[in-house]
């Protein structure tokens, strides 16, 4: 069995600022991570995923998440923001690779950025 | 560039009426998925595919939802009948599906559908 928790459903920040967005999870497996971006009517886009190799991830724009297995966390964070990070940001898990695969989506946290 | 691509990417039809969806996966693309959005569930899984054939559709209201892939280059999502709590906005992605390496999905544009 495997779930993810999308700790906020909204973080707000001002331009420049650092983004926090915090997901834990529960797997019976060596979980596979994702982040995924999704902007007003769009599909979603990765941003980065963890797959057991380095617990900290680089994605793209800027985004890197660090793999806390004690504390089966799997938090986004940019240091800064930019007004073209507002988006929903979603993190899932996965029971890794090989055999029969089903993610489990988060349900969202929605980025705002003041300018 | 290749993309997952998806029609029609809006539909407005009346209760009752049938719904087809398509999705054309990333060429070589072994996986596909169906995935519903709206503001209350947020994302359901609905239908994944291995090579064609349906390895979960758990997800899926099966009295009036069927998912197929006819060919590899097309996955199809019908609705009969259409009921206005269908309306929502659904995602195709499909992804490499390669044995002993981890999943990756992309995501095409979604079809938002609004049934009256």
């Known amino acids: 069995a495997q779930s993810v928790t999308q700790l906020d459903s909204h973080v707000s920040v001002s331009e420049g600022t650092p983004v926090l967005l915090r997901c834990n999870y529960s797997?019976?497996?060596?979980?596979?991570l994702f982040w995924y971006v999704q902007h007003p009517n769009k599909g979603l886009q990765l941003l980065l995923k963890?797959?057991?190799?380095?617990?900290l991830v680089k994605g793209i724009n800027g985004f890197e998440a660090e793999f806390k297995k004690s504390e089966t966390s799997f938090h986004l964070t940019k240091p800064s923001a930019h007004m073209s990070d507002a988006a929903e940001y979603f993190c899932?898990?996965?029971?890794?690779?090989?055999?029969?695969?089903?993610?489990?989506f988060g349900r969202g946290t929605s980025l705002i950025v003041h300018p | 560039d290749a993309r997952v691509t998806q029609t029609p990417r809006h539909k407005v039809t009346e209760m009752g009426q049938e719904v087809t969806m398509r999705c054309q996966p990333i060429?070589?693309?072994?996986?596909v998925f169906w995935y519903r959005q709206t503001m209350m569930q947020g994302l359901e899984l609905l239908a994944y595919?291995?090579?064609?054939?349906?390895?979960?559709d758990s997800g899926m209201p099966k009295d009036r939802f069927s998912a197929e892939m006819p060919d590899a280059t097309l996955a199809t999502l019908k609705i009969q009948p259409s009921e206005p709590r269908d309306s929502a906005v659904y995602f195709c992605?499909?992804?490499?599906?390669?044995?002993?390496?981890?999943?990756?999905?992309?995501f095409g544009p979604g079809t938002r559908l609004l049934v009256l």
């Open positions: 992605a499909s992804g490499p599906g390669l044995a002993g390496e981890v999943e990756t999905q992309y």
């Open positions: 797997s019976s497996y060596s979980p596979s």
């Open positions: 963890y797959t057991s190799a380095a617990t």
């Open positions: 899932v898990v996965s029971p890794g690779s090989g055999g029969s695969y089903i993610p489990t």
């Open positions: 060429l070589g693309h072994n996986t």
């Open positions: 595919f291995r090579n064609r054939a349906p390895l979960d």
